[in-house]
């Protein structure tokens, strides 16, 4: 059952009917309202106000954040034409979070984010990396240079900016000829490029159903407002079938049935087009069931039918969920899931550290000894085994 709280939050963002009676814990509702990136949402602000609940607290923080988040736009927007600047011609696309307000779902500063996204070709994610680092970012401790082209993204920040994700794939297992066959010139930016909606779309649903089943506890209720928000305004404009046919290239069947049947099921809202005729041209495709109330309360640390361990002689372990995550992200393919399984661990297996050398110092090994690459690999086999086994490491 839903606090009184967390009913009249889900009111204000527009995904649930206002709910009766009084007494509402403002604190509670600010908290949540942070908590879930929607604080500066103007839908939010409007209805609170129309309650009266819109209280001092609520007001002046929700100000300081569009007022921040209006600032991080505007360095963010003078970055990209920097970065187009000095690009040579190279491609750059916007993905998510910045490329939502170019698309139309959201006005200026009205969506809190905290990173900017970018995509490159996989062959200038070097080139790239050399200029991040020329315009004054810092890579994370987790970028290496020399694995950038075999690395989906990579991490860098700069105070005004904040943090950037340079991506060479959207995700990992979208097919990238198609993605890039289907770009458009980003509005806010001259020379820099966005996603089409389908593929915007289809984006939204891999990557938010990819956090839902991996991290249902921490998870943001702005990311379900993105895939209603874009059923609203895309839905009746799709071609059901063409949207099926490209998830099926990105593999991304399982996540896009799995929000249609949560937009009918979960939230009340009106939906432009028949949403049952937009499942069926999925034919079947199966995926966990998204929870409003498991995302709003953020109480449960897992569900049963993600982290039971299946029998007796499974272990309880990382690597029980890492197989099941890709279980329900290749939507029960069997071959799928065991060539995912094998990616992500010869990617594990062969994840050399970082060229400063802490990573050697910190298990033992001398970051200058000529033979230190080889001698990661027992380290990196134990790492693994132990996790399989689901021991402390």
């Known amino acids: 059952m839903l606090t009184r709280e967390v009913q009249m939050f889900l009111w204000g963002i527009g995904l649930r009917p206002k709910p009766q009676g009084q007494g509402v814990d403002m604190e509670t509702l600010a908290r949540l309202a942070d908590g879930h990136g929607v604080l500066t949402l103007n839908l939010f602000r409007e209805r609170l106000e129309s309650t009266g609940f819109w209280q001092p607290l609520l007001s002046t923080t929700s100000q300081q954040l569009r007022e921040q988040a209006l600032g991080q736009r505007a360095a963010r927007l003078a970055f990209l034409q920097e970065l187009t600047a000095q690009a040579g ?9 910045l490329a939502l307000e170019g698309a139309g779902l959201y006005a200026a500063g009205e969506r809190w984010s905290m990173d900017l996204d970018i995509l490159v070709r996989r062959e200038d994610a070097l080139f790239f990396h050399d200029l991040l680092i020329r315009l004054g ?10 694995r950038l082209h075999r690395t989906h993204e990579s991490g860098y920040t700069r105070p005004e900016v904040g943090k950037i994700e340079l991506h060479t794939a959207p995700m990992p297992q979208f097919d990238l000829p198609s993605f ?9 930016t001259e020379g820099i490029w966005m996603p089409d909606v389908v593929e915007t779309f289809l984006l939204l649903a891999a990557h938010h159903y990819h956090h839902y089943v991996c991290e249902p506890t921490n998870y943001q209720l702005v990311w379900v407002l993105d895939i209603v928000r874009a059923l609203q305004q895309w839905g009746a404009s799709f071609n059901w079938t063409e949207v099926a046919a490209r998830a099926r290239k990105h593999r991304s069947q399982a996540a896009v049935a799995a929000w249609l049947r949560f937009v009918k099921e979960e939230v009340e809202v ?6 049952e005729a937009a499942v069926a041209a999925f034919k079947g495709a199966k995926g966990i069931s998204i929870s409003l109330e498991t995302i709003a309360s953020q109480t449960a640390r897992s569900r049963p039918e993600y982290s039971a ?4 002689w499974w272990p309880r372990s990382t690597f029980t969920q890492f197989f099941l995550r890709h279980w329900e992200e290749s939507n029960h393919n069997v071959w799928l899931t065991a060539g995912l399984v094998v990616k992500g661990i010869w990617r594990s297996l062969s994840a050399i550290p970082d060229e400063r ?4 110092a910190r298990i033992g090994i001398d970051p200058n000894d000529p033979l230190r690459k080889l001698k990661w690999w027992p380290y990196r086999v134990r790492h693994l085994v132990s996790s399989a086994l689901g021991r402390k490491r």
Do not use: Y
């Open 357 to 360: 050398g802490t990573e050697f």
């Open 309 to 312: 361990p299946g029998p007796k």
């Open 180 to 188: 890039w066959e289907h770009i458009t010139p980003f509005l806010l």
């Open 89 to 97: 011609g190279r491609q750059v696309v916007v993905l998510k979070g």
């Open 270 to 275: 009106n939906l432009p087009f028949d949403v």
């Open 137 to 146: 970012f810092s890579p994370v401790a987790s970028v290496l240079r020399h």
